[in-house]
């Protein structure tokens, strides 16, 4: 597939275009003509979509290694912005404030949240109105469903139900973000586009249960 490099001034990372031989450099604006990953639409211009959100980077992430790109026509990639903008802020809410792996998140969602933070009125009011969507979005503790709840998310067993809130996700976009990611790592491992008949299957299960579909992916790839 080639070599990824990069040096002091400028780093580099790649993907395989579908004609299999386009390399995409991450500071560049637009990319080649090719197809968009995720709608298989042909396009003169492409833009560079994150194959993991770039605002779900921790501040200490290396700057030496690239953050892959992906090509994706501007209409997915801005409607995958949203939806990773949501889940960022609905899934940071609920993460551990201590624990550094997940502070960075935490601490990005409640900034968004916050009106208090707003540089100016156009800033202020966007973030009341996310803040009163969320606030909609939130169930007491009596109100959490027994069935539903995303695996690695369930009820704190140390903590009594009653104090314990639950918010509401999407699952058309955990549905959505899950075969962006996979489509998106597809290209860059095999320089593939996942075309029918085949399709992206999302299905939420618990880590535990997990094990044998991980072990079979090591063995078989």
Known sequence: ??????????????????????????????????????????????????ACPESWYTPGYPENISKP????????????GKIENRLKNQIGLCLDPVDPLERYIWQSAMRSVNPYLGTDVRDVTPRFRKQESLRRMIL?????????????????????????GAIRIS???????????????????DGRLIRSPFSVFSHGVEPFKAVPMEELLQKYG
Request: hydrophobic share 30%; with cysteine; glycine share 10%.
């Open 140 to 164: 007491p503790g009596a109100e959490i469903p027994e069935k539903g709840l995303y695996p690695g998310f369930g009820i704190n067993l140390g903590i009594s139900k009653i104090y314990q």
């Open 1 to 50: 597939m080639g070599k990824k490099k990069w040096n002091q001034k400028k780093s580099w990372t790649y993907a395989l275009s579908p004609e299999r031989g386009q390399f995409f450099e991450e500071s560049s604006r637009k990319e080649p003509s090719g197809h968009c990953i995720h709608c298989l639409g042909s396009f003169n211009n492409l833009t560079r979509d994150h």
């Open 171 to 189: 699952s058309d976009d955990m549905i959505a973000f899950t075969e962006k990611v996979i489509r998106g790592v597809t290209f860059l491992l």
């Open 69 to 80: 790109v992906v090509p994706s026509c501007t209409a997915c990639n801005h409607n995958f």
